[in-house]
């Protein structure tokens, strides 16, 4: 069964270009590839440079030995690939959804007062965070210990342990990444801390 019709040389050319270079990165040879997916040396490389029509039963099997999915083996590349950011100017921050993952949001903010004082300002929730600082030096408060997270060094960590953020010595701009969980986590953190320093946590 033929996978690609008369006229998609397009896609066809993308599928041939994607093998070759999954291939390459496994560092595996023409003949290794091709022991692994049942298929003769000469029948890959006739794949590969064009010469062979592709067929859905081998790219089956080509998508299982090079550890992939046939949807991601033969799925074209997006148009939108430049994401412009959603600002919020309340708090001083942008964001950027992850098309690949709806549930994921990357925020950058620029953190400028202390980390809080009162434990009861350190908010706990479900999910899963990653950060970066940027520029300058972020003070993490993560339960009863203070971690310093200087430029350009990522800290990741449970949520459901009590945590805020603050910075050190001058604003510091923090890349956070939160999935669906940390996110509603820290809008509800945010709701229901209205009047506080929205610089003194991360939100």
């Known amino acids: 069964m033929l996978l690609m019709e008369q006229g998609n040389d397009e896609l ?8 070759r270079a999954l291939r390459l990165a ?7 590839l091709a022991g692994r997916a049942n298929l003769s040396q000469s029948s890959l490389s006739r794949i590969e440079n064009g010469r062979r029509r592709l067929a859905l039963d081998q790219l089956v099997t080509l998508a299982r030995a090079l550890d992939t999915t046939l949807d991601q083996l033969v799925e074209t590349a997006s148009d939108d690939v430049i994401i412009s950011p959603v600002i919020d100017s309340a708090r001083g921050r942008m964001q950027w959804p992850v098309k690949g993952d709806p549930g ?5 903010q620029r953190v400028t007062g202390p ?3 009162n434990p009861a300002r350190m908010r706990a ?3 899963r965070e990653w950060l970066v600082v940027l520029s300058g030096t972020a003070i993490l408060m993560l339960g009863h210990r203070r971690f310093r997270v200087e430029t350009h060094q990522a800290a990741e960590f449970p949520t459901m342990l009590p945590h805020a953020m603050g910075a050190e010595g001058g604003p510091c701009d923090v890349l956070g990444i939160f ?3 940390a996110r509603r986590g820290h809008q509800r953190a945010a709701r229901g801390a209205e009047g506080e320093d929205p610089d003194a946590t991360l939100t």
Do not use: A, M, N
């Open 115 to 117: 980390p809080p004082d």
């Open 26 to 32: 496994q560092g595996w040879s023409l003949e290794e």
């Open 179 to 181: 999935d669906r969980d």
């Open 104 to 108: 994921v949001t990357v925020v950058r």
């Open 12 to 19: 066809d050319g993308l599928v041939r270009k994607r093998i």
């Open 125 to 127: 929730h479900p999910g």
